[in-house]
């Protein structure tokens, strides 16, 4: 029973560079998160989709931040052009309800230098 | 807005022993639920036990247990017989109708 599944699991790029950090849900689970993590701030919420529609984004911090979700199987958050606060690791999380426990996936770090 | 607050920043216990982690929230909405999630230093975020505000039979999963007072908005973890794969950092955390909130995290170590 494969988990949520992200990638890359590091990132290292340059200042002004665009990133694509890449999710897979568990199968059948319905909505999906995304987080960033750092010493400072802690666990973020970002944005999260239900059934593949975005439905609160007030947690990305700019316009350089964009997510989308295009089917079921599959979203990515995209960062351009990346800048070198943007460092922290990415978490994607789903579930079967929004109301219901989230399963995290293994998390992307992200180095931007 | 709903807060979770985790008082104490770093815990340790000794190896087979027994440690209680300390959570309280405070909210006013009547269904929630809460949960505990493991980030050991590989950062996985690993779901440890959840319990839902209605039932009032505190949650637990093998050596792993929660003491949930409702009236009270407390949360804790217990860990019995500790284990050296224990060791990581414990995230309390309220999910009801907004977004999933989690406390600043207790730093748990195993003393061999």
């Known amino acids: 029973d494969a988990g949520v599944i992200q990638s890359p699991r590091h990132e290292v790029t340059e200042m002004g560079q665009e990133v694509t950090l890449r999710c897979k849900p568990i199968?059948?689970?319905?909505?999906l998160f995304w987080y960033r993590q750092t010493m400072m701030r802690g666990l973020e919420l970002l944005i999260y989709?239900?059934?593949?529609?975005?439905?609160?984004d007030s947690g990305m911090p700019e316009d350089r931040f964009s997510a989308k979700m295009p089917n079921a199987s599959f979203s990515t958050l995209k960062i351009q052009p990346s800048e070198p606060r943007d460092s922290a690791v990415y978490f994607c999380?789903?579930?079967?309800?929004?109301?219901?426990?989230?399963?995290f996936g293994p998390g992307t770090r992200l180095t931007v230098t | 807005a709903q807060t979770v607050t985790q008082s104490q920043p770093e815990m340790s216990v000794q190896e087979a022993e027994t440690v209680t982690l300390s959570c309280t929230y405070d909210t006013s909405e009547s269904d929630y639920y809460l949960f505990w999630y493991k980030q050991p230093p590989s950062r996985q975020m690993i779901l440890v036990i959840r319990q839902e505000a209605y039932k009032q039979q505190n949650a637990t999963e093998n050596r792993f247990s929660v003491n949930f007072q409702k009236a009270a908005k407390s949360f804790s973890l217990k860990i019995s017989d500790s284990q050296l794969g224990d060791a990581a950092m414990y995230f309390c955390a309220y999910k009801g109708n907004e977004k999933l909130t989690f406390g600043t995290g207790t730093r748990l170590t195993i003393i061999p």
């Open positions: 999380a789903s579930s079967w309800t929004r109301r219901r426990e989230q399963y």
């Open positions: 199968s059948g689970h319905n909505s």
């Open positions: 989709f239900n059934n593949n529609v975005p439905i609160d």
